[in-house]
């Protein structure tokens, strides 16, 4: 039986069937292409924009940080009913000290919260390192707080007495006052405050996560 040789129409219909197909692969190829890219460029914008609320954060928690352990305190920082000196029971000290605790610790607080928020994106978007920074600065934080009531705490015993454990307790009392009062560092650190440690440890965190973060930003 005789075949049927194709004609003219049957040729082209092949022919634009075959280029439809091959101009829906490449569009298809295109398109994961073009979705590729628009992913990178929001991993990317998120990304920056994740370090820099991080930097901002990190550098606001810096000064109020700093500036709760300021060893200066203003008259205006007590309450008004403070007892004249003379007048002043152990638990006035104690109250009067929480008074100027609280509102130099609130102003750290924020900065802090704001900070905290940040760290799941931080943890999305950046290798461990750059979140393990985060939260050691934020346990340095942490740590002043715990010495301010400490320091509270410990001046509420007033008089602490003779004996071994009255030493102790002064000695305790003196560790938190050094641990709390520390002027903000500049170059050398002030001699008149020997005890560092708390210092060292959030300057070395700040340090290190924002240099981690000027990295990310491409920021040398």
């Known amino acids: 039986m005789p075949t049927s040789t194709p004609s003219a129409a049957d040729w082209i219909t092949l022919a634009v069937n075959f280029v439809t197909m091959v101009a829906a692969v490449g569009a298809f190829f295109v398109a994961k292409a073009a979705l590729g890219t628009w992913r990178q460029q929001i991993r990317g914008e998120a990304t920056f924009e994740t370090a820099r609320k991080m930097v901002v954060s990190a550098n606001k928690l810096a000064m109020y940080f700093h500036a709760a352990r300021s060893p200066f305190t203003d008259a205006s920082e007590f309450p008004s009913d403070y007892p004249t000196p003379g007048n002043r029971t152990a638990e ?42 985060a939260e050691s600065l934020l346990r340095s934080t942490r740590e002043l707080q715990f010495h301010m009531q400490e320091f509270v705490y410990l001046t509420r015993q007033g008089d602490f007495g ?59």
């Open 162 to 220: 003779e004996g071994p454990a009255a030493t102790r307790l002064r000695e305790q009392l003196a560790n938190a006052r050094e641990a709390v009062f520390a002027p903000e560092p500049r170059g050398e650190i002030n001699k008149q405050f020997p005890n560092h440690e708390l210092t060292d440890k959030f300057v070395k965190a700040h340090s290190e996560l924002i240099t981690l973060l000027r990295k990310a930003l491409h920021i040398e």
């Open 92 to 133: 006035d000290e104690a109250r009067a000290w929480g008074h100027v605790f609280d509102n130099r610790w609130k102003r750290v607080y924020r900065s802090y919260t704001r900070l905290v928020a940040l760290l799941p994106e931080l943890r999305a978007f950046f290798p461990r390192d750059v979140s393990d920074a």
